[in-house]
């Protein structure tokens, strides 16, 4: 069955963030909030939620446990049981909830700069320190772990290590080995792993996720694991994630740290995960396709036509990581974008080291977005 994503309703006569932040001359290509439609069958199963009229407390659905445990296996040959999951909120939830687990104490916290935002945040709300561990910018723009230097950085002193896996917003799928280097160090030192790996779904050809808690019992008893159907299939606005835990007493510790201040999941959430998981795959199969795309028709264009700018082709995601340091600017590259191209990007600098000088663009929107927000950023230029 084709899906259509060629075509957007309009957003800005709704309360959507993306849309609605900036002047309406601007078009936003910044936070990472798709352009599409979510899959039939998840507005099938809103709509018939609707129309029951009643819209109580909800439990922990076991049916969509499981469904997520079948989807692990499947996806993943990853065996769980039902009792390993933990549904939260979000997944920024999820490894702030983590950091919880150690506060007041004086371990740290280690990241992989530049890095989503909210991981920088983590530690200090938990009155942890804040350690980075930088990844590698190669001469092509891709990006590597400098292992010697992680393994280094991990000490009895670090509490946990904040995976982000596929990571946003440089792209990388890391392989198996990568993996295993990162948990061996953890494992050595006690370190707890808690992996962010809610763009598992958006693999492009050619590339693999890993679960890093499926590579072996060990490292899955020293893990916690982030996933959301939410940028899987649009739906980040109802609110639900999960965390697969499956070491009891860590699993323990993890709903002890809400502490009271995060209450259940949203109900729609729930209804509207299941109805994705069990419904949505041909969807996700073409968006993946179009994302692909667009993926290739964005690093064309700034190859040709954008030749100060610089970026790897992203292995994941819907996101683009820009190196726009050849253009001499003397202020921040989304600035000059925005005023002078009137396109949105995300502030590089605001993923902390290693982010000045970038920009990162989402992709996930019709073609004509991206065509038309990647002649604003050439005429900004030209300008």
Known sequence: MPFDFDHCPDRRSTESFKWKLFNEDVLPMWVADMDFLAPPAVMEALHRRVDHGIFGYAMESEELK???????????????????????????????????????????????????????????????????????????????????????????????????????????????????????????????????????????????????????????????????????????????????????????????????LTGGTNMMGQIAAKAAFEKGEEWLKECIAYLESNRDYLVKFIQSELPALKTSCPEATYLAWIDCRGLGLDEPPSDFFLREGKVALNAGEEFGHGGEGFVRLNFGCPRSFLEDGLNRMARAIKG
């Open 66 to 260: 499981l469904v997520i445990v079948d989807r692990m296996h499947r996806l993943y040959n990853w065996q769980i049981n039902p009792e390993d999951l933990v549904f939260t909120p979000g997944v920024v939830a999820g490894f702030n909830l983590a950091a919880q687990m150690f506060s007041g104490s004086s371990q740290e916290i280690l990241i992989q700069t530049p890095v989503y935002p909210p991981f920088l945040r983590a530690p200090s709300c938990a009155g942890l320190k804040r350690v980075d561990s930088p990844l590698v910018h190669n001469q092509d723009g891709s990006y590597s772990i400098d292992t010697t230097g992680f393994t280094k950085q991990v000490s009895p002193s670090t509490a946990m290590f904040i995976l982000c896996n596929p990571h946003n917003p440089v792209g990388r799928v890391f392989t198996g080995e990568e993996l295993e280097e990162m948990a061996q160090a953890c494992l050595s030192n006690g370190t707890v792993i808690c992996s962010d790996e809610i763009h598992c779904d958006f693999i492009f050809s050619g590339h693999k996720h890993i679960p890093i808690a499926s590579l072996s019992p060990e490292i899955a008893q020293n893990a916690i694991t982030l996933m959301a159907p939410s940028k899987t299939f649009n739906i980040a606005g109802l609110d639900f994630a999960f965390a697969i835990i499956q070491n009891p007493e860590l699993r323990s510790r993890f709903r002890n740290s809400c502490r009271g």
